[in-house]
């Protein structure tokens, strides 16, 4: 069963903007947070920004940071990644990903990939010069 949708990828050039999407899944409850990630051709996975399902904080990669920004809309079960001045090396496939919660988790980093439980399939994001 489909518990997260990611969309809003494509392609834009240098200098442009994207806003990403993840609908949650009802499937998915009490979750701790949830997560954008990115991964390109001979890279690894990158945490890009996180947010946390009660309190609303958010990490931000120092990568994208003063570039992108993570939201979220409860009563939509979406969680957003605002990208502005896109540039080439933010072309990747995009993920969303839940952290469901539970105990024996280290939590070290908000955005550490190993806490994400559950994945979307992932968009595709290109920024061309």
């Known amino acids: 069963q489909v518990q997260l949708v990611e969309s809003g990828g494509g392609s834009v050039q240098l200098g442009g903007s994207l806003r990403l999407s993840c609908l949650v899944s009802r499937f998915i409850q009490g979750y701790y947070a949830i997560g954008w990630f990115r991964q390109a051709p001979g890279k690894e996975r990158e945490g890009v920004g996180c947010?946390?399902?009660?309190?609303?904080?958010?990490e931000v990669s120092d990568s994208v940071k003063g570039r992108f920004t993570v939201s979220k809309d409860n009563d939509k079960r979406t969680v957003y990644l605002q990208m502005n001045n896109l540039q080439p090396g933010d072309t990747a496939v995009y993920y969303c990903?839940?952290?469901?919660?539970?105990?024996?988790?280290?939590?070290?980093?908000?955005?550490?990939?190993?806490?994400?439980?559950?994945w979307g399939q992932g968009t595709q994001v290109t920024v061309s010069s």
């Open positions: 990903a839940a952290d469901g919660g539970g105990f024996g988790k280290l939590r070290r980093r908000l955005c550490s990939s190993e806490n994400y439980d559950v």
């Open positions: 947010i946390r399902s009660a309190a609303g904080s958010t």
